[in-house]
């Protein structure tokens, strides 16, 4: 079975090639640079740049998985089955991507598997990974993205329950914010644990929302690291936060970055471990999305080990958005004997919700 997977959810085209469980091509266009300019993504100049860079994307996919045919074309005889990321998302992104993939279906008479996309964070955990090697079930998942902060919990494939969610901002969506006060360049995340390599991170005590049960906020957090920088260079709270970047020397920024990371890896952490506690039975944690690539993560993830559960992350290159994910999903739906979604009928909506 090969299948054809295609991501536009945010500001990367991605496309990749699935053979049976081998990965032969995945390519991923990112639109970071642009966007570093602006500090975020603009969604109506995300949607041009996907419809730009869509058909080189597939076409060079097609090209690396060797299926061109002698006269250069692509051999649509060879691809089974095309998958795509059909919500959540920018609306606009979203567009791109779905329409270009009901359109090769309906073209090339395939069947189209419209898969979600914190399904697929989820699924990069499979990526390249033999069956013996692959997390077991029941998993607790921490989908942790630029939109997204969610423990879901899942008996088997296929099957999901989301058992806690951010009240307000991503996790992901902070890094950000905080990056964005310590004058750092975006995305947040990569540039803050990389200052914070270099910062104590007990410079700084920052809170922890006090929240019952599974969920989790990171407004709150956002505006203690605020306050605390603008206590750190002496002004009031109704200094303009663009302008505190000018006043911070690099140990500052440094401190601060690593004393956010600590608070922000502990607040995740906390509540992964209480649903393992209270589901009991949990054979494996998963992490996803673009912030489980954050090493601090990752290390204290591992600490997790010691409760009896074995802990999986995603190879970096598969944590933030790409279509090898895609592809992955879309090869465990098909193996449970999910039906694909009619290309003429595939409706978006850019609603956070998971099957
Ligand atoms: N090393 C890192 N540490 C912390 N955060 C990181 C790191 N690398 C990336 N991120 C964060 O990951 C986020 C992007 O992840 P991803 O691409 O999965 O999100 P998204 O696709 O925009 O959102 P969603 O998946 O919820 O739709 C950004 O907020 C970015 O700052
Ligand atoms: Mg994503």
Redesign the pocket.
Known sequence: MRILAIES??DETAAAVLDGAELRANVVVSQIDMFKAYGGVIPEVAARSHLEAILPVIDKALLDAGLKTAEGKNDWEKIDAVAVTHT??LLGSLLIGTLTARTLAILHEKPLYAVH?LKS?IYANWIGVSEAEAPEFPLVALVV????TQIIYMPNHNQFEIIGTTLDD?V??C??KVAKILGLPY????A??KAAEKGDAEKYKLPHPQIEGLDFSFSGLKTAVLRAVQKEVGVGIDFPSHELRERLNTQQVADVAASFQKTAVEILMEKVRKAVRERGEVKSVVLA???S??QALREAAKELEREGVRIYVPEKQYA??NAAMVAEAARFEIQAGVEPTDPRKLNISPRSVIY
């Open positions: 959810s945010c959540p998302g996309h964070h993205s630029g939109g997204h991503a992901g969506e890094f950000d995305p947040g995340g990569p803050i644990a999305g673009g912030v690539a954050n933030g958005d």
